[in-house]
């Protein structure tokens, strides 16, 4: 194998596989990153087994091979050296990757490339056409509230739901539900459920470009994996096997309080109120007084004995009944950081009962968040 690729190319494309790399696995090549001609463009791959990213990047290529290298060396030797043409020149019968770019040469040691997990193609016919723009608006308004608990398994997923037109994520982690849909551009035929392990679409909406390109998500009968393909970046899962809890059973259909107040606002207050309350279990109080004419305040608290109290009053829309509820400050501030609209409604049948969280003017998104006691 001999290439030829840009120093800032080929470092960018390194740390989008190296996410996937294993790093506590006994197989030695789960640590390495396949470097492969392909089709006429070099193709990086990475896998744990669990998670599989491939990047393609443009290249000269004056010779066919392939090689697997530790991947942090690598990883580290491209991002040191200037940003110029490197060479990568294969020494097959050591299994030596010579790296060249200007005066720097290098030598790393690899593994035969055959010993690397092959990568599953995606089926693009039966896979479903995804908008990447509306697919990581979707990702960044959901995954945030899976569970990083290791215990529940089926938690740390998000739930993925196509019927027809419709797309919905879904995600929770016991105290906090974030539900997202979108439609699609063209119908599908099948209905289509599955868990995603959060992480990996977190990872997906990292290396998709931003844009109007599509991505195709492939979900093959029967082997428990999903598969995004991209213009130049494919990324495998593997599912998440488990009965996703019924969150639609949750989502209140009801208030007696509302609230419509500034989103900026809001969150601004959240942050000044978490400095207090993240020394007193995260508690923060809502006081919701209605006044005239729907006009009325929202009263934001915290205290902590170790650190004093603090107090914010914002001018907000109350509809219904005065309220006073508690929640986690750091769950009400992550959902708000995810809301684009200028204002967001909270909506509250009882300061024991779930809140909802929602945009103002889009229907599109629903967050819950379990009330916590008020002491």
């Known amino acids: 194998m001999k290439v030829t690729v840009s120093q800032p190319q080929l470092a960018q494309s390194l740390n989008m596989v190296s996410r ?36 393609w990047i443009g290249a000269q290529i004056d010779e066919e091979g392939s090689i697997t290298v530790p991947a942090r060396t690598f990883t580290d030797l491209i991002s040191a050296l200037p940003s110029e043409k490197i060479t990568l020149s294969l020494n097959e019968r050591t299994f ?17 490339a055959q010993e690397f ?8 016919e039966e896979g479903i056409a995804l908008n990447v723009s509306d697919l990581k608006d979707m990702i960044h308004q959901v995954a945030f509230a899976a569970s990083t608990d290791e215990a529940r398994p089926v938690l740390q997923g998000v739930s993925l739901s196509v019927v027809e037109q419709e797309i919905t994520l879904a995600a929770t982690d016991g105290f906090r539900i974030s539900v997202r849909k979108a439609n699609l551009n063209t119908p599908t035929t099948r209905s ?4 995603i ?20 998500m492939s979900i093959p009968k029967g082997r428990g994996q999903v598969l995004f393909h991209l213009r130049d970046a494919e990324l495998v899962s593997q599912l998440i096997e488990g009965n996703f809890p019924d969150y639609k059973a949750i989502l209140p259909k009801s208030y007696r309080t509302k609230s419509v107040i500034s989103t900026s606002g809001l969150l601004k207050a959240c942050r000044q109120a978490e400095i207090i309350a993240r020394d007193g279990n995260n508690v923060i109080r809502l006081n919701l007084k209605p006044g005239t004419e729907n006009m009325g305040e929202l009263e934001i608290s ?3 004995e170790e650190t004093g109290k603090t107090e914010v009053n914002l001018e907000a829309s109350v509809e219904g009944e005065a309220l006073l509820i508690a929640f986690n400050v750091r769950f009400l501030r992550e959902v708000l950081e995810v809301i684009k609209t200028p204002s967001v409604a909270i909506e509250m049948i009882a300061n024991n009962a779930p809140g ?8 599109n998104f629903q967050h819950v968040i379990m009330p916590m006691h008020l002491g």
Do not use: F, Y
């Not at 030596?96 to 040469?105: I, K, P, R």
């Not at 289509?192 to 868990?195: M, Q, Y």
């Not at 909802?356 to 229907?363: F, K, M």
């Open 20 to 55: 996937a790399v294993s790093t506590r696995s006994t197989l030695p090549v789960l640590g390495n990153v396949l470097v492969t001609t392909d089709a006429g463009r070099l193709r990086l791959s990475a896998t744990n087994l669990e998670l599989g990213i491939s990047v």
């Open 96 to 112: 030596t990757l010579n790296v060249l770019c200007g005066t720097n040469s290098t030598d790393i040691k690899g593994i035969d």
């Open 117 to 124: 997990p092959p990568m599953p193609v995606p089926d693009l």
């Open 192 to 195: 289509i459920t599955a868990v």
């Open 197 to 216: 392990p959060a992480r990996a679409l977190n990872e997906l909406a990292r290396i998709a470009a931003d844009g109007d390109e599509s991505v195709v």
């Open 302 to 304: 915290a205290q902590s």
């Open 356 to 363: 909802l969280v929602r945009p103002v003017g889009e229907d």
